[in-house]
């Protein structure tokens, strides 16, 4: 028999995710049909960002193989809690999760401009704006072209907490440029290791 859907508004963004993905999980679903049914269900029931980050997901279809996708999610429930503390202790502003990992993003801003307690919440679009400048600077850090996946700014510095969902790619100049700067640090690295001084 299937659990009742319980879902708290109020909850942090993040735990609203985890009590969706959790109903599923306790309640799993024999078929892809079936899946299908369950999410629409609680469809109406979710706030817009689970609709497009979890529900829409689902439904499209381009999701191939949707319980294998659910899988995933199941995957990234167990681990997310971990890990968003410990980006969080190394003094992250929010995280990108990309082909099963999961990066912290330190935004460049002043201290101040980041405390939740001494601002008014940032607005949606300027929340978008700010995951976006992120998430480029993210992918030329880490060369990746093509990026379809997450991103979060927590909560704690004034963003929402949701999931913000992404299709970037980046043009061939930009990524070929990203390629030359990856290979100057790389070999950056590799030299200041080649030159510490014996004690």
């Known amino acids: 028999m299937m659990t009742p859907f319980v879902f708290d508004p109020k909850a942090e963004a993040v735990e609203q995710e985890i009590q969706v993905i959790s109903w599923f999980r306790n309640n799993p679903p024999k078929n892809p049909k079936k899946l299908l049914k369950m999410v629409q269900f609680i469809y109406n029931q979710v706030p817009e960002f689970i609709q497009k980050s979890f529900c829409n997901v689902l439904l499209s279809p381009h999701t191939k193989d949707k319980m294998k996708t659910l899988q995933q999610y ?34 460049k801003a002043q201290k101040n401009w980041l405390r ?44 929402s907490g949701v999931s913000h969902l992404f299709d970037v790619t980046m043009d061939d100049e930009s990524f070929e440029e990203a390629k030359r700067l990856k290979l100057i640090r790389e070999l950056a690295y590799y030299s200041s290791i080649d030159h510490v001084p014996e004690k």
């Open 74 to 107: 199941f995957h990234e429930m167990d681990n997310v809690p971990q890990v968003i503390a410990e980006i969080k202790r190394a003094g992250n502003h929010g995280m990108v999760i990309h082909k099963g990992k999961t990066y912290g993003i330190s935004l």
């Open 116 to 159: 939740k307690d001494d601002i008014q919440a940032w607005t949606p679009e300027q929340e978008e704006e700010i995951a976006t400048e992120a998430l480029d600077a993210w992918m030329i850090e880490h060369c990746v072209k093509h990026f379809n996946e997450k991103v979060v700014l927590f909560s704690q510095f004034g963003f």
